[in-house]
């Protein structure tokens, strides 16, 4: 139990606080203005002439009575060992956020993400001390970034589509979910869903024809995009058979190849040629073939590896292939498996125009839920000083006190 | 302070003469009479007046006063025998009770114990022979007696004594001057502005003996805290803090009207004597008897 920065390892004994209530109420009853008769009221009033401080007073309670009822109440404190906590003990919550391109559809004007993070800021207004740090937990900062506000990043479409993040990991009490809707809710960890109604619209793109959700039906709409929209970039260096591959399925998909990279694009295959050469056996998904590659790749943010020798030669992230294959011979074995598998690849990472949003993430979400997380990891151990001999000792005066003072007066 | 709407009843206003106190009244005269009669041949002490005539012989024992031996009869038969004397037929005794409503004030109640002495004294001066006065204060009532078999009237007339009204100066004064051809008066009150009353001359001849009577609460009060003093006479109150210094201040004007009473009744030749409502009968009247 926690109080005021008081933390008291035996609460229990705080009940012993009735004793000394109880003694001063039933000493102000005990106090109180007796009635007494005398025979003449002389004497009383030369006596209050001598001693003006035997006037009328105010006090009902008797000094000694008042010393006790301060004895007993300190004694309580002091068995209910109360330690000093430092009230300054930093704090630090971890924020999940769903960036699904769900998010980002605009319900009343404002995005399902702005309204999952509405209570949040009412929150950090209110609850979050001044020394408190909050991490956001997103693809774009693996490590978290520590910011106060909802950082102006998040609030941003991302153009590749994201992944859900591992909830489950993040199933603790100092995190707090953000998402429109979760299917399964944490256990420990807080959560703001926005929920929000159904919004109709794109689900879905099938060569140059858009396919459009009204809340119901689905319905096709014939060359809604243009070049313009299904540009792809493969990048002209890469080996014979993976860029002629690339060029293939991109024109079997009805994208458009850009000669030259730019941010619209909804797919690109990357060659990264720097550094020294290797040749060395390449094998996945029952084709192999002799390569000669770059040094191994470095990871970036949401890209994994697909193709490893000696390190990661392939790196894919949606939207996104980057591969240090320089060279490569003719795959021995059957050659479909050699496409296939690189179709697939290419299938998996393929982004969809702007505005495709899929169907499950355009339907209704439900109602808003919020929250708060329940605890917090502290970033330094609270320094706790314990109180319970002080107080034992000023109880202990204060008994002294009292008995000096009945004496006294007896 | 003005008298608050809530005043309390009167802790001990009335009076109430069982028949233990009857005989304990009838056996401290006897006794003040036996002791008399063990100094037969002195100056009686207590209630001797001086007025004495002779009652009877008796052998002279060791210790007795030699001025009370019969020289003539010692002559004459060379026997040492003593004069027994008695008072003077027709001696009268005026006892008046302070029944006003600060005698009321308690416990154990002052009327009650002022009651108890006038009994008391009452019973002896029948055994003495001497006509009684009796003398409610405040209500100016009367009751005379002057043999034993009023004894029972006596006891009911001080029963029907209830403590209420004021003490008027002038009518004490008025009463201590009625008693004029008394042999003795008795005082039976607490005494509070009696020193007044003493302004006019007191009628002579009369032996006086005043017995003031306050409530162990009027004496020693004690610390008790926050007080509404109420004046049982003037229905005045006074909210006070009882405490060490208060009680100091109380003692000392306490103290003061005593000295001022006892300057006033000592030139006059009036016994004084002051005790509590705590003592019993005896004790007050055995030490007002020796002053």
């Known amino acids: 139990m926690e109080l005021l920065g008081i933390r008291f390892l035996a609460p229990g004994f705080l009940a012993l606080l009735a004793l000394p209530i109880a003694a001063l109420v039933l000493g102000a009853r005990g106090g109180a203005v007796r009635a007494l008769f005398t025979g003449t009221l002389e004497a009383w009033r030369a006596a209050e002439r001598a001693h003006p401080s035997a006037e009328r007073r105010k006090r009902r309670v008797p000094l000694a009575l008042a010393c006790l009822a301060l004895a007993l109440c300190l004694g309580a404190f002091a068995l209910a060992q109360p330690e000093h906590v430092r009230a300054e003990a930093p704090r630090r919550f971890l924020l999940i956020v769903d960036r699904s391109q769900g998010m980002y559809l605009t319900d009343g004007g404002r995005t399902r993400l702005e309204h999952a993070l509405e209570p949040l800021r009412a929150w950090i207004a209110t609850q979050l001390r001044r020394q408190d740090e909050l991490v956001w937990i997103d693809e774009a900062w693996p490590e978290g970034l520590v910011e106060r506000d909802v ?27 953000i998402s429109a809707r979760f299917d399964t809710l944490p256990v420990r960890a807080g959560y703001s869903a926005s929920g929000g109604a159904a919004v109709p619209g794109a689900i879905g793109r099938e060569g140059r024809a858009r396919l459009d959700w009204d809340g119901e039906r689905v319905v096709r709409v014939e060359d809604a995009y243009g070049e313009a929209d299904l540009g792809v970039f493969v990048d002209t260096r890469l080996p014979e058979p993976l860029r002629a591959l690339a060029q293939l399925w991109a024109g079997s998909e009805g994208f458009a190849l850009r000669a030259t990279r730019e941010e619209s694009e909804l797919f690109e295959f990357v060659l990264e040629s720097e550094g020294a050469a290797r040749e060395l056996e390449l094998a996945r998904d029952g084709w192999s073939a002799r390569a000669t590659i770059g040094p191994a790749l470095v990871p970036t943010v949401g890209e994994a590896s697909w193709l490893s020798a000696g390190g990661p030669c392939v790196l894919a992230a949606p939207g996104r292939v980057r591969t240090s294959i320089r060279a490569l011979e003719p795959p021995a074995g059957d ?71 009945r004496a006294l007066r007896a | ?38 100094r037969e041949g002195a100056a009686r002490a207590g209630l001797s007046t001086g007025g004495v005539e002779f009652d009877h012989y008796r052998p002279y024992r060791p210790g ?105 100066v002038a009518g004490l004064r008025t009463e201590l001057a009625a008693a004029r051809g008394s042999q003795r008066g008795f005082l039976l009150s607490d005494l509070g502005d009696t020193a007044e009353a003493l302004d006019g001359a007191l ?41 060490r210094e208060a009680l100091g201040a109380y003692a000392r004007a306490l103290e003061e009207s005593r000295e001022r009473l006892a300057r006033a009744t000592a030139p006059r030749g009036i016994a004084l004597v002051r005790g509590s409502s705590a003592l019993e009968f005896e004790h007050l009247l055995a030490r007002a008897l020796r002053a």
């Open chain 1, 335 to 405: 050659p479909a498996a050699f496409a296939v598998s690189w179709g697939e690849l290419f299938d998996s990472l393929r982004l969809q125009p702007v505005g495709v949003v899929p169907i499950e993430a355009r339907s209704a979400q439900g109602a808003a839920a919020w929250r708060a997380p329940a605890a917090s990891v502290p970033l330094e151990q609270g320094e706790a000083r314990p109180l319970g001999g002080w107080l034992a000792l000023a109880a202990a005066v204060c008994a002294l006190g009292a008995w000096v003072v």
């Open chain 2, 1 to 38: 302070m003005p008298p608050s709407a809530r005043r309390p009843p009167l802790p001990c206003p009335t009076v109430r003469l069982d028949a233990g106190l009857r005989t304990r009244a009838q056996r401290f005269a006897a006794r003040l009479s036996a002791a008399r009669g063990r």
């Open chain 2, 203 to 243: 009628p002579r001849g009369v032996r006086w003996t005043w017995i003031g009577i306050l409530a162990p609460l009027e004496i020693e009060p004690g610390e008790l805290g926050a007080v509404r003093w109420l004046d049982a006479e003037s229905g005045e109150e006074l909210a006070l803090e009882v405490d």
């Open chain 1, 151 to 177: 950082p102006a990043e998040l609030l941003r479409t991302p153009r590749a589509r994201r992944a859900a993040p591992d909830w489950a990991r993040y199933d603790r009490a100092d995190a707090l979910w």
């Open chain 2, 64 to 168: 007795d006063d030699l001025r009370a031996l019969d020289w003539d009869v010692y002559a004459r038969s060379d026997q040492p025998v003593v004069r027994v004397v008695r008072p003077e037929a027709g001696e009268r005794w005026t006892i008046l009770v302070d029944t006003s409503a600060s005698m009321g004030v308690g416990p154990p109640g002052k009327l009650q114990r002022a009651a108890e002495c006038a009994l008391a004294l009452a019973f002896s001066g029948l055994r003495e022979e001497a006509e009684l006065e009796l003398v409610d204060l405040c209500t100016r009532e009367r009751f005379r007696c002057a043999r034993r078999a009023h004894a029972a009237a006596l006891a009911g007339w001080l029963e029907a004594r209830v403590a209420r009204g004021t003490l008027n």
